[in-house]
């Protein structure tokens, strides 16, 4: 009875038991899988051959047309407008010398007989003293033989009268500037902007008459960044300004007009950290046929400045630049080499390196995820190279082969 319990209480074990020996032996049993080796190819990628070229920058900017010379014509005498150019009114041209308005001359007229008569009182007196003095001088030495003194001879009152004739002489002039002044006439070629009297009117010394502005040369004032300003030629005692290219919409039709560069401001704005450059363009208004349109004082213009300074450079993608201005180059053993380079210049579709990569080396052109010095690349149309980890699992496929060729 008790023999028969214990057989039926340590079955479960022996079952149990058996089975986990069973296990063991067929995992233990159990061969490895099948190696297959992975064929991974270097990193395909895009290059060119890269060349300097001579470059020369253009420098863009904007701003607005201005006539270099404008001014505020004032009266410099008193009287009554008697007249009027019919060019004298606001929008009128005018040639240099040409009388604008003219004022009442009676006054000025009548002055300068006064001062011509003056003159001729101070210059006969003047003869008058010169003829006493010889006068004295010979009654004087008719009597004594030793010099005479300066008041026998009437010098002091000689000087007298040559003072007064200078002094009459200076009226004259003023007088004839006076009656001058009664015209008012253009400084330079020019156009009316503002009338500021009309016929009749009276006007005082120093009355604002109107303003005028020169159409000889009219003047662009541009803002230049100072990184830009290394790039354009200012003029100077011994070199010409850069040319510069002016256009606007004028009508719904693009106008070109051609300046130079003649200066800059030589202050950086404390504002907007520029510097300002001045270009001029003759004959704005089209007077001699300069241009083919006016070029009319507030126009708005775009500016292409011409750097003369032609330079070396090396000319990339602007994509090709990375962020830490490096760009990446393969090598003789098609590896990645990252080359720090030198910047000039970029654009927004360009970039433009002074220094850093040789003449024909190989830049690459296409995007490189996570980019190392010495990670193995491949160019279109070389035969596949495997990485490192494919080379070594080849190496012990043929180590296999040659150990079952020796055991059969």
Known sequence: MKNSMLVKS???????????????????SRKPP?????????????????????VSFIVNSQGNVVPRNKTALSAQVSGQVVSLSDNFIAGGTFKKGDVLATLEQDDYKTDLKLAEAELAQ????????????KVAEQEWRSVNSVAPPELGLRKPQLAKEQANVKAAEAKLERAKRNLARTQITAPYNGLVVERNIDL??????????????????????????????????????????????????????????????????GVLDTGSRVVYAIVEVSDPYNRKGSHSVPLRFGQFVEAEITSRQNEALMVLPRSILRLDNTVLTVNENREIDIKPVEVA?????????RSGIEEGALVVTSAVPNPYNG?????????????????????????????KGEDQ
Do not use: C, H
């Open 10 to 28: 340590g079955l479960p074990l022996i079952i149990v038991l058996v089975s986990i020996l069973i296990m063991v032996g067929l995992v233990s």
């Open 200 to 265: 009749g009117q009276f006007v005082t010394m120093g009355a604002l008459v109107g303003t005028i502005y020169s159409t000889d040369t009219a003047e662009v004032r541009l803002p230049i960044t100072d990184r830009d300003l290394m790039f354009v030629n200012i003029a100077s005692q011994s070199t010409d300004g850069a040319p510069v290219s002016l256009k606007a919409s004028v009508g719904g039709i693009t106008r070109r007009w051609e300046g130079k560069l003649v200066r800059s401001e």
């Open 34 to 54: 099948e190696q297959v080796p992975v064929d991974i190819p270097a990193f395909l990628v895009d290059a060119k051959e890269i060349q300097s070229e001579s």
């Open 122 to 133: 101070a210059q006969a007196a003047l003869q008058e003293e010169i003829a006493r003095g």
């Open 345 to 353: 210049r970029t654009t927004a579709k360009e970039v433009f390196i």
């Open 375 to 403: 990670m193995k690349v491949r160019l279109p149309g070389d035969e596949p190279v495997k990485t490192e980890e494919a080379s070594k699992d080849d190496d012990n496929d043929a180590i296999s082969t040659s150990a």
